[in-house]
């Protein structure tokens, strides 16, 4: 049930641009992404909703394949403070384990000067 | 910014000790999450709530225990701490059926035993 998330890791240097993978073998109601700094609680970047709804920040994008269960998080113009460990989670539909936010291992982002 | 709270924000206790870790939120949420979260590493969901008397366990087999009597609190019970349970745990907090929206996460309880 958990989703697969790839890279495990990416070095940027300050302005290059990133993509981060997630896909799931179940149907899926929702992708959330977050991204959590060392020592600091996961923070909410973008969710994702069947039908194309999308909210989250301006500077952040994301598309959400329904048919595939595949999402991808573009991070553009990389900052110093993109730095951090990118997670993400989704809500799968049906049976017992819908509303239940699972999350994948995490992709590792180092933005170097 | 969010209102969820948890505490302690770290405890060291020693090994056979019953504890429990608070989480309350003030926005209303129905449903409530906590995960646990070894350094650096992923995050496993250990119980939810859909809202007051609904508990689940989660994907990761946890010996905790979890009761949701209100809908702002969420505590997490320990009967009997060991080695093995030391590790963060996270609680989170988001809107309820049909209403996807972001989890609010707390700070954290980083419990250490020894």
């Known amino acids: ?113 | 910014e969010a209102d969820i709270y948890q505490t302690p924000r770290y405890l060291v206790i020693g090994t056979g000790k019953k504890i429990t870790l608070e989480c309350s939120q003030t926005m209303g949420h129905d449903k409530m999450y906590w995960y646990q979260q070894d350094p650096g590493m992923e995050l496993h969901l250990i119980h939810y709530s859909y809202g007051v008397n609904s508990t689940e366990k989660g994907d990761l087999s946890s010996e905790s225990t979890v009761s949701r009597i209100r809908t702002e609190h969420f505590p997490l019970t320990l009967e009997s701490a060991r080695p093995s349970h030391t590790s963060q745990y996270l609680c989170a907090s988001s809107e309820g059926q049909g209403r996807n929206t972001e989890a609010f996460f707390g700070q954290g309880t980083r419990l250490t035993v020894v």
């Open chain 1, 1 to 113: 049930q958990q989703p697969v998330q790839s890279p495990q890791a990416v070095i940027l240097r300050e302005g290059e641009d990133a993509v981060i993978n997630c896909s799931s073998s179940k149907a899926l109601y929702s992708v959330h992404w977050y991204r959590q700094k060392h020592g600091e609680a996961p923070v909410f970047l973008m969710i994702l909703l069947k039908g194309g709804e999308q909210k989250g920040h301006e500077k952040i994008s994301a598309s959400f394949n329904e048919k595939k269960q595949q999402s991808s998080l573009y991070l553009t113009a990389s900052q110093l403070s993109y730095s951090g460990t990118y997670f993400c989670g989704t809500e799968m539909r049906g049976g017992g384990s819908q509303g239940n936010l699972i999350f994948g291992k995490g992709t590792k982002l180092s933005v170097k000067p």
